[in-house]
């Protein structure tokens, strides 16, 4: 089975502060995700990699960057916490193309 | 990047046979029909995947008529432990977007 791993599962932070979420994929797969769930919204996708040091916008990519220093590894940023980054955060790994995302359980984030 | 349409919420009891349908009216060729599953407080779950017809995995069965303008997912035999929101998604060649609307909530009683 594909595990994907982030590395909190829930996490405090306070506005302004500058906020690190950590993902490991197991399955060697190039293409890497992050998304966010919030009510109403549905899941919504910050920014994607296809490859070790390469990285795409999303949807929603403002005041989020990422870093793909290692394959298994793919980082969200956020740069400078604000309120209206409280959410749950997603992240997933995809091997060739049209199979299915895999996701790891989530971060829930809050900024105080 | 194909619309799916849904029902909000279902309810079921332990044991019975679940079937939630998902139109998609706007699918491509080369589009397929992905479904996951989501607990609260933890991300979706890949549960199947299928291009047309009949596609069984040891969770569940998908099926998908000719004009694959719908497909329905099948959950045999339900238990409490399913309770969970169910998406459908159309998962387009070269494109990573996902589009999870807000899924089908089903509610499985003792």
């Known amino acids: 089975d594909v595990k994907v791993t982030q590395s909190s599962r829930y996490l405090v932070k306070r506005t302004g502060e500058k906020v690190f979420l950590e993902c490991v994929q197991d399955?060697?797969?190039?293409?890497m995700f992050w998304y966010r769930q919030d009510p109403g919204l549905g899941l919504r996708l910050i920014y994607f990699?296809?490859?070790?040091?390469?990285?795409e916008k999303g949807d929603i990519p403002e005041g989020y960057s990422v870093s793909r220093e290692k394959k298994e590894r793919f980082s969200l940023i956020l740069e400078s916490a604000s309120t209206n980054q409280t959410s749950m955060y997603l992240c997933?790994?995809?091997?060739?193309?049209?199979?299915?995302?895999?996701f790891g359980d989530g971060t829930r984030l809050s900024i105080l | 990047l194909a619309k799916t349409t849904q029902p909000i919420s279902m309810d079921s009891y332990e044991g019975q046979e679940v079937n939630i349908t998902c139109s998609h009216n706007?699918?491509?060729?080369?589009?397929?029909i992905t479904w996951y599953q989501q607990f609260p407080s933890q991300g979706p779950r890949f549960i199947i995947q299928?291009?047309?017809t009949k596609v069984t995995n040891e969770v569940a069965s998908l099926f998908i008529p000719a004009d694959r303008k719908s497909s329905t997912l099948s959950l045999p035999r339900v238990s409490l432990s399913d309770t969970a929101v169910y998406y459908c998604?159309?998962?387009?060649?070269?494109?990573?977007?996902?589009?999870f609307g807000t899924g089908t909530r089903l509610q499985v009683f003792p």
């Open positions: 997933a790994s995809r091997g060739q193309d049209l199979e299915p995302q895999h």
């Open positions: 399955m060697d797969h190039e293409n």
């Open positions: 990699s296809y490859d070790v040091k390469m990285k």
């Open positions: 706007n699918i491509a060729t080369n589009d397929y």
């Open positions: 299928g291009y047309k």
């Open positions: 998604l159309v998962l387009s060649y070269n494109t990573d977007k996902l589009i």
